[in-house]
Nanobody, 119 residues
């Protein structure tokens, strides 16, 4: 499976971005998906998950500001990020999640997308 994230950029605090992730070569519609991020000097963290049925969960730090969605017909998963904060600055990645825990990434990390939020 190849995973390619896009849509990042440089924005000011309070602005929005929409990230996209294309999954190729797998059974996308049967997979739970997640968005992760890694800031400089920090461990990669899970920020949002979505099940095959569309149920979503979020890290407390992004709850109410981020929305994850998916389009199974296009093998795409999205992350709408509103009211961005400087603390959201990171490289964002998507990955398939283990169905047993809906937290563990399955595949090697693909290309991430840089999000930089200025204050």
């Amino acid at each position: 499976v190849q995973l390619q994230a896009s849509g990042g950029g440089l924005v000011q605090a309070g602005e929005s971005l929409r990230l996209s992730c294309k999954a190729s070569g797998g059974t996308f519609s049967a997979d739970a998906m997640g968005w992760f991020r890694q800031a400089p000097g920090r461990l990669r963290e899970l920020v949002a998950t979505i099940t095959t049925g569309g149920s979503a969960n979020y890290a407390d730090s992004v709850k109410g500001r981020f929305t994850i969605s998916r389009d199974n017909a296009k093998n795409m998963v999205y992350l709408q990020m509103n009211n961005l904060e400087p603390e959201d600055t990171a490289v964002y990645y998507c990955n398939t999640l283990l169905p047993s825990d809906l937290r563990t990434p399955v595949f090697f990390w693909g290309q991430g997308t840089q999000v930089t939020v200025s204050s």
